[in-house]
DNA sequence: GTCACTGCAAACCCTTTGCAACTCA
DNA sequence: TGAGTTGCAAAGGGTTTGCAGTGAC
């Protein structure tokens, strides 16, 4: 993605936030990283750039983005939570071997989901959203 | 499901564990509960039948289900872990404004990714099972 | 009798919180 | 200036672990 420092502070602004260098790096950080990091890894990452923040404030800043809708929490099996910022509609592929996770875009899929569940009400449930996880094992390990 | 402690006596003796009071009562106790129990409310539930338990016991023995694979872990964002005996293929539908969880049984739909997946193969990635996490709002309450 | 299992409590680790200092607007 | 943010360190809360004692087979 490379976010721009100028669009995260556009986008900050639009949310209503104040434009700090500690909300700037964390959100460029995990917008130019493909995987999906830890808080601690985000921090680590983190601190090379901007190195007086506490572990604390990335949590919060976190936080403060998943409430905003601009960041999602990945909760994985036994693991610590994981950070995504919300992009188009995707699944995720969950490795039985490891603490992996990749991004699986499908719009012909999460369609056939989606409207099955417009058709096909549930009693007493509204559906306001799905996230297919799909397990298995990486068989191509490789440009990540 | 109420499962008979002689069906809990012989599936222990299946899965080579020894049938310890402990294990009865804690399995017993998770089949006949319909919701989808933490750890501590496990073992609130087994303390009135076996007083002498402790919870580090309960969090080894639902360990060592999950590890023979009778028993499920499920993790929803920012709370414990919730353990759920493994029945027939099912899913879940995740409350957005409590941490309730409910089965959502639908082999058709089930069927239908089931197939989809098999059909179109994802680079790099050997499918082994799938999960369809749907997120809203319980709009009935009551019979639980 | 042996070895696996349990009880207990301490340790662990991720995450949250309280508060004083700071800084963006 | 002052409301909102951050740093820091301590507290919190769920889960794991080590070990001595116990019990299933």
Redesign the pocket.
Same mark, same amino acid.
């Given at each position: 993605m490379m976010m721009t420092p100028e669009l995260i502070r556009k986008k900050l602004k639009e949310l209503n936030?104040? *434009?700090?260098?500690?909300?700037v790096v964390i959100l460029k950080t995990l917008a130019d990283n493909k995987s999906h990091p830890? /808080? !601690?890894e985000i921090y680590r990452e983190v601190i090379k750039k901007q190195p +007086?923040? /506490? *572990?604390?404030?990335v949590? +919060?800043?976190l !936080?403060t983005y998943v409430n905003r809708g601009i960041v999602e929490k990945i909760s994985s099996i036994?693991d610590?939570?994981r950070y995504d910022v919300v992009s188009e509609d995707h699944h995720h592929l969950f490795s039985k071997n490891s603490d992996e996770i990749e991004d699986y875009f499908n719009v012909e899929l999460a369609g056939i989901i989606g409207r099955y569940l417009e058709v096909n009400e549930i009693p007493g449930f509204k559906v306001e959203g799905f996230k297919l996880n799909i397990s298995g094992e990486f068989t191509k390990r490789g440009k990540n």
């Open positions: 936030l104040k *434009v700090t260098p500690q909300r830890t /808080a !601690e +007086n923040i /506490a *572990v604390g404030t949590y +919060n800043i !936080e036994g610590k939570m």
